[in-house]
């Protein structure tokens, strides 16, 4: 009896002495909630933006979770493990990065009770890898299967993307924008998955994000060499890519070359034009009329003299061309990028309609504009963003990858469910009553688990301002009554089907964000003591 007493009257933890753990574990929590509760603010439509500040002074204002914690400086090793898990969100499904980061906050918030009333850290994990496996299961019950036929779907989720950006005022004309461009490149019967590549995002400083515009067709923000009086609009063009330059040769080393009397000095400019002109004949004579030409760090990519050689040539110019842009301008050129001027022949050479340079105004630059592409290679597309200012500008860039994102989700998971908090109600409210068949020290586990997910309509409530608490009790009890697609209509204050209010997000962003913040609060569970290497 004697040590029975003992058992039960000292202690009522599963594991005895376990301090150090036990502290580790905390500082742990600790940590990654710290991270979790910074990009909480920022989370849902009315959420705030983070103003980023880096050791260069650079500034960058951001929405989109994954950047945010991509930019900051963390020292603790558990803080950086939420940003591994916002970015794998990012991979995965491209939207939802801030969310994942909350709900792992939260669970680990539930994990810090269950661990106060003396529950196993393995009874714990093993509980809530359980709880989100039931949590797939109850998502996928909620789901409306999408067509990818249906472009008004689509549009819906895009534009719930959109609205927690910045640019959610303009989120009525970027939707389409995106949701297009996606549609171009893929085979709507048959895909599975969308190579982002295939959709080039051109920025140009300039207008405002009403002049964003899908181009059919392709853009490039270079300018067209100008030096020698060329041309500058081009019809029926002949396309050529090179990647090789037209200048004089120049030796590997540093070389110099004495010269005492004019003639030889004649002699070698005479021979650098001859080259020059050799290169030149040879590229007008293939028919090429448009040449881009890459960028080139060792010697100049062109010269005075060889662009003039062109200008006279009719042959129009764009250089600088970047090393990474040649593979996506080739494919939907349908151009063969030449490596050196014997391989360069009138069967690499691609044709478009119209090349001509357009001008956006006195000190923005000017973009190069291809038109009329004969090829439909692969289906390329490049989306012209503008902005009045850089920070707009790359946000602007960040949300429509976002919601270019999002359709390709949806595209992988071919599934809606309704956004809101309403799928994570559903998922509390089911988990609850699940718990309550699993039986033993797991049913408490779970029952944390489902009460943690309510924090993410809880955000949501608060950061639009309503009375956090009333609202999320009457969407449990919207959920209760079995109304699955219940949600905070943040823009009426009130509980409404979100559905009919067409706020929709795809399937796979909240399986995976519960999946992944999962995987993620086992794994800080698991650690019990943290060993400094040398």
Known sequence: ??????????????????????????????????????????LGPKGMDKM??????????????????????????TAKMMVELSKAQDVEAGDGTTSVVVIAGALLQAAEKLLAKGIHPQTITEAFLQ?????????????????????????????????????????????????????????????????LQDIRLVKKLGGTADDTELVDGLVLTQKIARAAGGPSRIQDAKIGLIQFCLSAPKTDMESNIQVRDYTQMDRLLREERTILAKMVKQIAKTGCNVLLVQKSILRDATTDLSLD????????????????????ISKILGVEPAASIDTFTPDKLAQAGLVYEENLGSDLGSIVRFTGLQTTMGGCVSVLV????????????????????????????????????????EVSQKLMQWARSVGGVEAVCVEHFAEAL?????????????????????????????????????????????????????????????????????????????????
């Open 386 to 425: 503008r902005a009045s200012n850089q920070l707009l500008l790359d946000e602007t860039e960040r949300s429509i990858h976002d919601a270019l994102c999002v359709v390709r989700s949806l595209v992988k998971k071919k599934a809606l469910i309704p956004g809101g908090g309403a799928p994570e109600m």
């Open 454 to 534: 309510e924090l993410i309509p809880y955000t949501l409530a608060e950061n639009a301002g309503m009375q956090a608490v009333e609202i999320v009790t009457k969407l449990r009890a919207a959920h209760a009554q079995g109304d699955k697609h219940a949600g905070i209509n943040v823009r009426k204050g009130t509980i409404t089907n979100l559905f009919e209010e067409r706020v929709v997000q795809p399937l796979l962003v909240s399986t995976s964000s519960v999946k992944m913040a999962t995987e993620t609060v086992r794994m800080i569970l698991k650690i019990d003591d943290i060993v400094i290497s040398r």
């Open 1 to 42: 009896v004697a040590v029975g007493a003992a058992m039960s009257g000292g202690d009522t933890r599963q594991k005895v002495n376990d301090e150090k753990g036990a502290d580790v574990r905390s500082t742990n929590i600790l940590a990654a909630r710290a991270v979790a509760d910074l990009v909480r603010t920022s």
């Open 52 to 77: 980023i500040q880096d050791p260069k002074g650079e500034v960058l204002i951001s929405n989109d979770g994954a950047t945010i914690l991509q930019q900051m400086k963390l020292a603790h090793p």
């Open 309 to 328: 050689f062109c200008a006279k040539a009719k042959i129009l110019v764009v250089r600088d061309i970047e090393r990474d842009d040649v593979e996506f």
């Open 131 to 195: 709880a989100a496996d039931q949590a797939e299961v109850i998502l996928d019950a909620v789901a409306v299967p999408v067509d990818l036929s249906n472009r008004e779907q689509l549009l819906q989720s895009a534009q719930t993307s959109l609205n927690s950006k910045v640019v959610s005022q303009n989120s009525d004309q970027l939707a389409p924008i995106a949701v297009d461009a996606v549609l171009k490149v893929i085979d709507a019967a048959s895909a599975t998955n969308v190579n």
